[in-house]
């Protein structure tokens, strides 16, 4: 499997694009909200002459869907994302307001995602955490043997994501890092909705937020 990451508006979230030698690809957070952005993730698309067939979501906080209806109307796609994310899609007008954001209305979530779902597309397949805390939704995608995960903002480098929105906790985002995200090997890259890539080692050994060492 192959990763191609983007970062996309003022919020700088990363967009990533997964694909393999079946040429067919999936698009996890278009974050995308200009036509700028736009052309250049359908530029990487025909260049590789790859064939969008998913359109999934991390979380759906108004920036990790800017881009959704666009990826949905241009390769006839359908948002898949987590059943609880269903308040942040509804909220997205309002958030776009008062953010002074431009935005047409989202689609609805069409296809949810659970817990332990796998998400299959050409040769490759991904395993799929539900990690509540920073939204009470919030998935990560994972694969063993390419060595990746895909977090959104439950985990930056050296950081957490923030638990002071609507559906966030911050005890519950925590624990459920130390006993689903952590429990996936050290060695394993971590690619953010924010930031750069880490791993999981690293969190766990030196992310003041769950380094209890550091507190003792
Ligand atoms: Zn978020
Ligand atoms: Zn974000």
Same mark, same amino acid.
């Given at each position: 499997m192959q990763l191609k990451r983007f970062? =996309?508006?003022? =919020?700088? *979230? &990363?967009?990533? #694009? !997964?694909?393999?030698?079946?040429?067919?690809c999936i698009i996890i957070d278009p974050a995308c909200n200009n036509k700028q952005e736009q052309d250049y993730l359908l530029n990487f698309i025909k260049e590789n002459r790859l064939k969008p067939v998913k359109l999934l979501n991390t979380h759906c906080h108004l920036d990790h869907i800017f881009g959704n209806k666009f990826i949905a109307d241009t390769f006839n796609l359908e948002t898949e994302a987590h059943k609880e994310e269903e308040n942040n899609i &509804? &909220?997205?007008?309002?958030?776009a307001h008062l953010y002074g954001i431009q935005m047409k209305e989202p689609y609805p979530i069409k296809k949810y995602i659970n817990e332990n779902d796998l998400i299959k597309f050409g040769f490759s397949e991904l395993k799929t955490l539900h990690v509540p805390g920073h939204t009470a939704g919030s998935l990560v995608f994972y694969n063993i043997e390419d060595n990746f995960? #895909?977090?959104?903002? *439950? !985990? =930056?480098k050296s950081s957490i994501g923030r638990t002071d929105l609507p559906g966030g906790n911050y005890e519950t985002l925590i624990s459920q890092i130390k006993t689903k995200l952590f429990n996936l090997p050290e060695k394993m890259n971590v690619y953010p909705g924010h930031g750069p890539e880490t791993n999981i080692g690293f969190e766990k050994h030196h992310n003041p937020f769950l380094n209890d060492e550091k507190y003792t």
């Open positions: 970062t =996309f508006s003022p =919020f700088e *979230v &990363n967009t990533y #694009i !997964l694909y393999d030698k079946s040429k067919e &509804n &909220n997205a007008l309002n958030a995960a #895909i977090v959104g903002d *439950v !985990l =930056f």
